[in-house]
């Protein structure tokens, strides 16, 4: 079992920036892929970044350019770096872990999720 424990979300304004962590337990973290996804209301949840065991990433054309994702795997520990952060960024942010060393689009495809973060950024 891999528990999962996001922390940094909070309000900010346009422009400003937020760093994202996310915890993990278990001594296989560096074995499996992550990912960041984000929901807002009346919103599918959809996938920001992802990072392979390997250290490939994704990232969601949204994003792309402002976000970056990493990992540190002495730590067990992954964040996302959001810059330059628009209104339209406003969600709940779930950390995910992937039970395999490559990451996946959906949502589906991941074992394991935080109990998010909110993400506000004001006009």
């Known amino acids: 079992q891999v528990q999962l424990v996001e922390s940094g979300g909070g309000l900010v304004q346009a422009g400003d920036s937020l760093r994202l962590s996310c915890a993990a337990s278990?001594?296989?973290?560096?074995?499996?892929?992550m990912g960041w996804f984000r929901q807002a209301p009346g919103k599918e949840r959809e996938l920001v970044a992802a990072?392979?065991?390997?250290?490939?990433?994704y990232y969601a054309d949204s994003v792309k350019g402002r976000f970056t994702i990493s990992r540190d795997n002495a730590k067990n520990t992954v964040y996302l770096q959001m810059n330059s952060l628009k209104p339209e960024d406003t969600a709940v942010y779930y950390c995910?872990?992937?039970?395999?060393?490559?990451?996946?689009?959906?949502?589906?495809?991941?074992?394991?999720w935080g109990q998010g973060t909110q993400v506000t950024v004001s006009s």
């Open positions: 995910a872990a992937r039970n395999g060393r490559v990451y996946r689009i959906s949502a589906n495809e991941y074992d394991y």
């Open positions: 278990g001594r296989t973290f560096s074995s499996f892929a």
């Open positions: 990072i392979s065991s390997g250290g490939y990433t």
